[in-house]
């Protein structure tokens, strides 16, 4: 069996902050403003992501976003592959998205799977006006017309790398490293 091995560290933990100011700063200019918005993480990275760039928000706009958590678990097109028993968390969005600017929070977008998922995920709760995405890597690979409006770092990889996403609280660290798998 082959185990995967850290090639390198592509954004420490001072990129990914430089990375999401950028953000924060592009969602508020690009929305002219922050009325009507909704941050809205999938699971699992993308839930401390979405409540880095609240704060940031908060910090250059003042005002508290609203901050949802979206569980794309049932909506994923590889289901049947992932297991017999596929665990299901709670999809928490605070407030109805109808008629919102929804700005969905991923860590790596890749195939553009989950973001299709999350996009099923989101027009069963409700109508948003508009839905944007948020990334902290593209890595490139897509398998469907799907781009991010906000991106952290565009990172070229091979179909053999692997993009790992390291962010606290549900890691130890904050670092975003490629890795390959060891012959």
Not at 20 to 34: D, F, P, S
Not at 115 to 129: E, F, H, N, S
């Amino acid at each position: 069996m082959s185990t995967l091995i850290e090639k390198t560290v592509i954004m420490d933990e001072q990129a990914i902050r430089r990375g999401l100011i950028r953000i924060a700063h592009e969602i508020i200019e690009n929305n002219k403003g922050i009325k009507d918005l909704i941050l809205v993480g999938i699971r699992t990275r993308g839930v401390p992501l979405a409540e880095r760039l609240a704060a940031e928000i908060k910090r250059i706009e003042g005002a508290q976003l609203p901050v949802g958590i979206l569980d794309i678990t049932l909506y994923r097109d590889d289901l049947s592959t992932l297991s017999y028993q596929p665990i299901v968390h709670e999809t928490q969005i605070p407030v109805d998205i109808s008629g919102k600017t929804i700005v969905l929070i991923d860590d790596v977008l890749y195939t553009g799977r989950t973001v299709r998922a999350a996009l099923d995920a989101i027009i069963d709760i409700g109508r948003p006006k508009v839905i944007q995405l948020a990334v902290l890597v593209d890595r490139g690979h897509r398998e469907l017309p799907i781009r991010a409006d906000y991106v952290g770092k565009n990172v070229p990889t091979s179909s053999k790398e692997v993009v790992g996403v390291q962010l606290m609280p549900v890691d130890d660290a904050d670092k975003v490293v490629i890795k390959e798998f060891a012959e």
